[in-house]
Nanobody
Framework: QVQLVESGGGLVQAGGSLRLSCAAS????????MGWFRQTPGKEREFVAA????????KYADSVNGRFTISRDKGKNTVYLHMTNLKPEDTAVYYC???????????????????WGQGTQVTVSA
C-alpha cells in the first residue's frame, strides 16, 4: 500500500520558518514527480510547488516563489518543503502529492497526481 506521510507542520510567528517532510512508503518515487499543495476551509486545493522526477526542475506558485524551496532525497524516498519568511496567508493544511506516471516534470494541477498524503497543518500568527 502506497503511503505519503507529511510532517513538520506547526504554529510559527510571521517571518519564521518551517520545513515540511513527506516520507513515501510502499513504493519508490525515484522516477516520479512530486508536488506540494495547500488548502484552507472553503477553498479549493492550491498549488504550492513541484519537483521533477530527477530533481533538476522545480516550479512554484507566484505567492511563494522566493520564499519556499522544494527538494527531494531519493535515498530516503522523501520530499521536503522549506518555507521561510512565512506570512499569515500561508496558513493552511499542506499536502504532499505523487505523480503516478514516470519521468515527468511535475505540474501545478492536482489532477496530475495520483497519490496524496493526509496533510499537515501550518499556522502562521501575525
Amino acid at each position: 500500500q502506497v503511503q505519503l506521510v507529511e510532517s513538520g507542520g506547526g504554529l510559527v510567528q510571521a517571518g519564521g520558518s518551517l520545513r515540511l517532510s513527506c516520507a513515501a512508503s510502499g513504493r519508490t518515487f525515484d522516477t516520479h514527480a512530486m508536488g506540494w499543495f495547500r488548502q484552507t476551509p472553503g477553498k479549493e486545493r492550491e498549488f504550492v510547488a513541484a519537483i521533477s522526477w530527477s530533481g533538476s526542475s522545480t516550479k512554484y506558485a507566484d505567492s511563494v516563489n522566493g520564499r519556499f524551496t522544494i527538494s527531494r532525497d531519493k535515498g530516503k524516498n522523501t520530499v521536503y518543503l522549506h518555507m521561510t519568511n512565512l506570512k499569515p496567508e500561508d496558513t493552511a493544511v499542506y499536502y504532499c502529492a505523487g505523480d503516478q506516471d514516470t519521468y515527468r516534470l511535475g505540474s501545478n494541477y492536482p489532477e496530475y497526481y495520483e497519490y496524496w498524503g493526509q496533510g499537515t497543518q501550518v499556522t502562521v500568527s501575525a
